[in-house]
């Protein structure tokens, strides 16, 4: 039988949620309110007035042609990303999780990526694949004869970031990865494997669904990450270019309002990227969930 909790006062429930209440608001909701307020007005480069012009902004951005563009270019990236980092992050964490010898220091290796700063991972594969003086273009050209150089190519520079922002976001992904497998029984692989199971039956039909839950979470966590929290490696690295092959939305934001000054056009733009991430979580959990197995 299940006790249930009774408060003395009436007040000290509210009470201790007062700080979580209070960081939405201050940090979420009143940044959000903001920017919906923002985004139906022109201010001038200073802010000292402004003027209402309704559904004017939003009317620019899906009239522009650069704007639309970086729709698929942040579709490709995010997708990209997700399935890169996610794949890599499974395939280390089956690694991991058998016995071995140091399996604990090879564990702490595979985590240690994740305490590098967006901007530094960026920097880190930027010099790595310079045309110039980067060991991977100089591997690519002695080894295949290919010419790397993401200064002037466009798909090069994409491809580029997405291996920054995917390597980021591989140890993330190996923890929970990792954790997961570790809590299924191991009587039932032993069992499977008594039935002449292989290894490869064994994962697909008993240690990946029992993974859904993990992977669910982490589909949703990654493509938030792929569309927000990428903005620090695609300026430290391509800033947007060359010819806005790697500006997706969420840079696209900041080089018009703080490079551009064009304040009502950076709001609308954040507004519209918010809808689209929610609109992209209830999707997931509206339909991609139901294949979960909790």
């Known amino acids: 039988m299940q006790k249930r909790v009774v408060f003395r006062s009436w007040w000290l429930p509210y009470l201790l949620v007062l700080p979580q209440i209070a960081v939405t608001l201050v940090f979420f909701i009143w940044p959000a309110y903001q920017a919906l307020e923002t985004s139906f007005?022109?201010?001038?480069?200073?802010?000292?007035?402004?003027n209402f012009v309704g559904l004017e902004n939003f009317r620019a951005l899906f009239n522009d042609p650069g704007y639309l563009r970086s729709f698929w270019t942040t579709l490709v990236f995010g997708v990209s990303v997700t399935f890169l980092s996610m794949s890599?992050?499974?395939?280390?964490?089956?690694?991991a999780n058998r016995v071995i010898r140091s399996a604990t220091t090879y564990r702490t290796f595979l985590i240690?990526?994740?305490?590098?700063?967006?901007?530094?991972?960026g920097v880190i594969w930027f010099f790595m694949m310079n045309p110039s003086l980067g060991i991977i273009a100089y591997w690519l050209e002695s080894l295949f004869g290919y010419d790397w150089n993401h200064y002037v190519n466009g798909r090069e520079a994409l491809i580029m970031v997405i291996i920054a922002a995917a390597w980021k976001?591989?140890?993330?992904?190996?923890?929970?990865?990792?954790?997961?497998?570790?809590?299924?029984?191991?009587?039932?692989?032993?069992?499977?494997?008594?039935?002449?199971?292989?290894?490869?039956?064994?994962?697909?039909?008993i240690v990946f669904p029992l993974l859904s839950p993990t992977t669910f979470?982490?589909?949703?966590?990654?493509?938030?990450?792929?569309?927000f929290?990428?903005?620090?490696?695609?300026?430290?690295?391509?800033?947007?270019g060359p010819a806005d092959a790697t500006s997706i939305l969420v840079y696209r934001v900041y080089?018009?309002?703080?490079?551009?000054?064009?304040?009502?056009?950076?709001?609308?733009?954040?507004?519209?990227?918010?809808?689209?991430?929610?609109?992209?979580?209830?999707?997931?959990?509206?339909?991609?969930?139901?294949?979960?197995?909790?």
């Open 217 to 227: 979470f982490l589909l949703v966590v990654n493509l938030v990450y792929a569309f």
């Open 112 to 121: 240690w990526p994740y305490a590098v700063a967006p901007a530094l991972a």
């Open 169 to 205: 976001q591989i140890s993330y992904n190996f923890l929970f990865f990792l954790a997961g497998m570790q809590s299924i029984p191991k009587s039932m692989i032993e069992a499977a494997a008594i039935d002449g199971a292989s290894p490869t039956r064994r994962f697909w039909t």
């Open 41 to 50: 007005y022109i201010e001038d480069a200073f802010g000292f007035s402004r």
């Open 255 to 294: 080089s018009t309002g703080f490079v551009g000054q064009d304040y009502g056009s950076s709001a609308a733009q954040s507004v519209i990227l918010m809808g689209i991430v929610i609109v992209m979580t209830v999707i997931q959990f509206r339909y991609v969930e139901r294949r979960v197995n909790y």
């Open 229 to 240: 929290d990428t903005f620090a490696i695609i300026h430290a690295t391509t800033s947007g």
């Open 88 to 95: 890599i992050a499974l395939a280390l964490a089956v690694c």
